[in-house]
C-alpha cells in the first residue's frame, strides 16, 4: 500500500537509518520527533503498533523531503516490520522477503544502490536457540538469493535478531556468518566444509559492557534463573565487507534520548512503561559515488569488455 508519490530534493550523500522495536507502545508523534530529529533517510519499525497512515501524518508534519512507505511486493512489511523513506518511491525496490524478513534494493538517485535487509526474528519466548540458528540460516539464504537477484553484496542486515552478537545465529559461517573484527571482515569469507562462506561485519559488538559509548547494550532483563546476561544487544546491524569503507564505527550508536527527553528509567535501562523495552539503534552509511574522468565508479574498477572495443 504505498501511502504517497513524489520526487524528494538535495538528497544527501549518506543514509541516515533508524531502527526500533517500539514495544507496541511508542506513539506516532514520538516516532516522528525521532525521525526529524536525527534527519532520518531511512526508518524501519518492529512491532508497530500505529497505523500507517497516522506515522505519515506525524511523520511529513511540516517536513519538504517527504517520507513514504509501500508495503508493495513485500508482504513481511504487512505482518512485522515498518519501512518509510524518504526517497521517491522509485528508488526502492522490492527483492524478497520471509518470515520476519523484507529485503529491497535501495538505489537513491546519483547514489550508491545497497541491498537492505529489514528484519525482526522470533524471540527466545516463542522459540529456543536451535529453532533460532535454523531461522538464521534461511535468513541467509534469502540474502544471497538476493545479492544474486541485485548483483551485488552492498547489503546491510538491520533489525531486531532476538540473539546477541555471539549466540550460534549470528555467528555461525552457515547462518549469518557475522564478525566483531573489521581486519577479519575484510577478508571477505572463508572455507568451511568446503564451501565459501561469506562474512557480515557486526560493530555492535562495539555496544556491549561499561565502557561501550552509550548503555551496555539495547534490551534488559533480569531473569530468575542461575544464567544472566542482563543486558544484550539484540538491535543490530550488520554490514558486508563492501560497505566497510563506507561505515565507521562512530556513526553506529544506541540511541537513548529524543529531543531532550530520555528512553531510560531511573535504573539507566529502557523505559519500557513510558517508551519501548528496546533502545533505537542508528547508523549513518556513506552512499556518495566515486568519479573518475566522468565515468562513475561502483568499487571495481574493470578493464574494457570486449564488446566495447572497436571492430
Same mark, same amino acid.
Request: proline share 6%.
Given at each position: 500500500?504505498?501511502?504517497?508519490?513524489?520526487?524528494?530534493?538535495?538528497?544527501?550523500?549518506?543514509?541516515?537509518?533508524?531502527?526500533?522495536?517500539?514495544?507496541?507502545?511508542?506513539?506516532?508523534? +514520538? #516516532? %516522528?520527533?525521532? &525521525?526529524?530529529?536525527m534527519?532520518?533517510?531511512?526508518? @524501519?519499525l $518492529?512491532e508497530?503498533?500505529?497505523?500507517?497512515?497516522?506515522?505519515?501524518?506525524?511523520l511529513?508534519?511540516?517536513?519538504?523531503?517527504?517520507?513514504?512507505?509501500?508495503?508493495?511486493?513485500?508482504?513481511?512489511?504487512?505482518?512485522s516490520?515498518?519501512?518509510?523513506?524518504?526517497?521517491?518511491?522509485?528508488?526502492?525496490?522490492?527483492?524478497?522477503?520471509?518470515?520476519?524478513?523484507?529485503?529491497?534494493?535501495?538505489?537513491?538517485?546519483?547514489?550508491?544502490?545497497?541491498?537492505?535487509?529489514?528484519?525482526?526474528?522470533?524471540?527466545?519466548?516463542?522459540?529456543?536457540?536451535?529453532?533460532?540458528?535454523?531461522?538464521?540460516?534461511?535468513?541467509?539464504?534469502?540474502?544471497?538469493?538476493?545479492?544474486?537477484?541485485?548483483?551485488?553484496?552492498?547489503?546491510?542486515?538491520?533489525?531486531?535478531?532476538?540473539?546477541?552478537?555471539?549466540?550460534?545465529? +549470528? #555467528? %555461525?559461517?552457515? &547462518?549469518?556468518?557475522?564478525?566483531?573484527?573489521?581486519? @577479519?571482515? $575484510?577478508?571477505g569469507?572463508?572455507?568451511v566444509?568446503?564451501?565459501?562462506?561469506?562474512?557480515?561485519?557486526?560493530?555492535?559488538?562495539n555496544?556491549?559492557?561499561?565502557?561501550?559509548?552509550?548503555?551496555?547494550?539495547?534490551?534488559?532483563?533480569?531473569?530468575?534463573?542461575?544464567?544472566?546476561?542482563?543486558w544484550?544487544?539484540?538491535?543490530?546491524?550488520?554490514?558486508?565487507?563492501?560497505?566497510?569503507?563506507?561505515?565507521?564505527d562512530?556513526?553506529?550508536?544506541?540511541?537513548?534520548?529524543?529531543?531532550g527527553?530520555?528512553?531510560?528509567?531511573?535504573?539507566?535501562?529502557?523505559?519500557?512503561?513510558?517508551?519501548s523495552?528496546?533502545?533505537?539503534?542508528?547508523?549513518?552509511?556513506?552512499?556518495?559515488?566515486?568519479?573518475?574522468?566522468?565515468?562513475?565508479?561502483?568499487?571495481?574498477?574493470?578493464?574494457?569488455?570486449?564488446?566495447?572495443?572497436?571492430?
Amino acid at each position: 500500500m504505498t501511502l504517497t508519490t513524489g520526487v524528494c530534493q538535495d538528497l544527501p550523500p549518506s543514509v541516515r537509518t533508524l531502527f526500533w522495536n517500539l514495544n507496541s507502545n511508542v506513539a506516532s508523534q +514520538v #516516532v %516522528a520527533s525521532a &525521525a526529524r530529529s536525527m534527519d532520518i533517510d531511512l526508518l @524501519v519499525l $518492529a512491532e508497530n503498533a500505529n497505523s500507517l497512515a497516522d506515522l505519515a501524518i506525524a511523520l511529513n508534519d511540516g517536513q519538504d523531503r517527504l517520507f513514504l512507505t509501500s508495503t508493495k511486493g513485500l508482504p513481511a512489511l504487512r505482518r512485522s516490520l515498518t519501512v518509510f523513506f524518504r526517497y521517491s518511491v522509485d528508488s526502492v525496490r522490492p527483492v524478497t522477503d520471509g518470515p520476519g524478513v523484507a529485503i529491497f534494493e535501495l538505489s537513491p538517485p546519483s547514489s550508491l544502490s545497497i541491498n537492505v535487509v529489514a528484519v525482526h526474528l522470533r524471540s527466545k519466548l516463542h522459540s529456543d536457540g536451535d529453532n533460532q540458528l535454523l531461522a538464521a540460516v534461511e535468513v541467509r539464504e534469502l540474502i544471497e538469493d538476493a545479492e544474486e537477484l541485485t548483483g551485488h553484496r552492498r547489503t546491510v542486515v538491520v533489525g531486531d535478531l532476538n540473539m546477541d552478537p555471539f549466540e550460534p545465529g +549470528v #555467528v %555461525a559461517a552457515n &547462518a549469518l556468518h557475522g564478525v566483531m573484527s573489521r581486519a @577479519v571482515a $575484510a577478508t571477505g569469507s572463508r572455507t568451511v566444509n568446503d564451501k565459501e562462506r561469506r562474512y557480515f561485519y557486526n560493530p555492535m559488538w562495539n555496544q556491549f559492557g561499561d565502557h561501550a559509548p552509550g548503555p551496555p547494550g539495547t534490551y534488559y532483563r533480569s531473569p530468575s534463573g542461575f544464567k544472566a546476561h542482563f543486558w544484550h544487544v539484540l538491535d543490530q546491524i550488520l554490514i558486508r565487507p563492501e560497505l566497510l569503507e563506507r561505515v565507521i564505527d562512530e556513526d553506529i550508536r544506541v540511541v537513548t534520548s529524543i529531543d531532550g527527553i530520555s528512553l531510560l528509567d531511573a535504573g539507566g535501562r529502557p523505559n519500557s512503561g513510558a517508551y519501548s523495552d528496546h533502545l533505537p539503534i542508528f547508523a549513518e552509511i556513506d552512499l556518495k559515488l566515486d568519479f573518475q574522468n566522468g565515468v562513475v565508479l561502483d568499487g571495481e574498477n574493470k578493464p574494457m569488455g570486449a564488446d566495447q572495443r572497436e571492430g
